[in-house]
């Protein structure tokens, strides 16, 4: 019985020991005031000038939106100025419309549309070859049948004149076909409604 109890003894020894004394709790830091007082200011500093950036950076949106916009509208004028300025060719002693020239003219046709204030000129030339008086009615059918086909899609006839200078206006002075064939064209020149032309 002796030894029962000794051993029952040992056990609780054994027992008491690892469950025994308890370490000591680290308390948490606690905030200095000043500290916490210092953080807040750096805090709000830090959202404050987040806020004065993403003010200067909207502003300098803004401006450039602005200048981006009134830039576009300059080139937009430019641009739609260029395509009604835009000459179109022709086969050797004709004057009828060549397919990839009817897009030119298809082009011509919406500008017109969105600007109808704007006055054309449509003037006729010829390469050098036939006499003057030929590539003066040759270059007259040539703008003329630009002018029958702004007309007949709408384009009211008085706001496009026509006018043909025959061979007189060469744009290349060669004497071959690579010149001829540049020479053989109509060309476009606004007479009025062109200072703020719209897009279509």
Known sequence: ???GLLLLLAGIAVVAACGGKKQPETPAPQANADSAARAD???QDSLAAADARA???ADRISRQRTADSLAAL???TDAVRTMLATMIHFDYDKSNIRPDDAGTLDQ???ILQANPEARVRVAGHCDERGSDEYNLALGNRRAN???SYLVSHGIDGNRVETQS????RPLDPGHNEAAWSQNRRDEFEILSGGDALRQP
């Not at 200078?165 to 007189?168: L, N, Q, R, V």
């Open 1 to 3: 019985m002796k030894r």
């Open 41 to 43: 200011k750096a805090r």
């Open 74 to 76: 300059g080139r937009g």
């Open 165 to 168: 200078f025959g061979e007189e």
């Open 108 to 110: 011509k046709i919406s």
């Open 55 to 57: 003010r200067e950076e």
């Open 145 to 147: 049948s630009a002018k």
